[in-house]
């Protein structure tokens, strides 16, 4: 991976035991720069697996393509948080004015 998505971190990742002929899915998930914009990246990825008579084999390098979506402005957390600060600013201007 290039520098604008993030630094190559090696590593392995074990997804399980598959029988011959089996289809599995593996999601990762990855650090991508804080700068790096919306859209399609390429990673370069090699899969290592040991057969059933425990010799391992090696694929060649695949690129793959990874998606950056952009971070929506508001999650639901900040939501939560300005729903409670503006309920707790209305609930302080009634209880002022009942007090005049």
Same mark, same amino acid.
């Given at each position: 991976?290039?520098?604008?998505?993030?630094?190559?971190?090696?590593?392995?990742?074990?997804?399980?035991?598959?029988?011959?002929?089996?289809?599995?899915?593996?999601?990762?998930?990855? +650090?991508? %720069?804080?700068?790096?914009?919306?859209?399609?990246? @390429?990673? =370069? /990825?090699? #899969?290592?697996? +040991?057969? %059933?008579?425990?010799?391992?084999?090696?694929?060649? @390098?695949? =690129? /793959?393509? #990874?998606?950056?979506?952009?971070?929506?402005?508001?999650?639901p957390?900040?939501?939560?948080a300005?729903?409670? #600060?503006?309920?707790?600013?209305?609930?302080?201007?009634?209880?002022?004015?009942?007090?005049?």
């Open positions: 991976m290039s520098g604008i998505v993030g630094s190559p971190q090696p590593g392995l990742y074990f997804i399980g035991e598959l029988n011959p002929n089996e289809v599995a899915t593996a999601r990762f998930k990855i +650090d991508i %720069d804080k700068d790096a914009g919306a859209g399609f990246y @390429p990673a =370069t /990825v090699k #899969i290592r697996y +040991d057969d %059933d008579e425990g010799y391992t084999h090696e694929s060649n @390098p695949m =690129t /793959v393509s #990874i998606e950056v979506r952009e971070k929506p402005l508001l999650n957390v900040t939501v939560t300005i729903t409670l #600060i503006v309920i707790a600013l209305i609930a302080g201007l009634k209880f002022a004015r009942r007090r005049r």
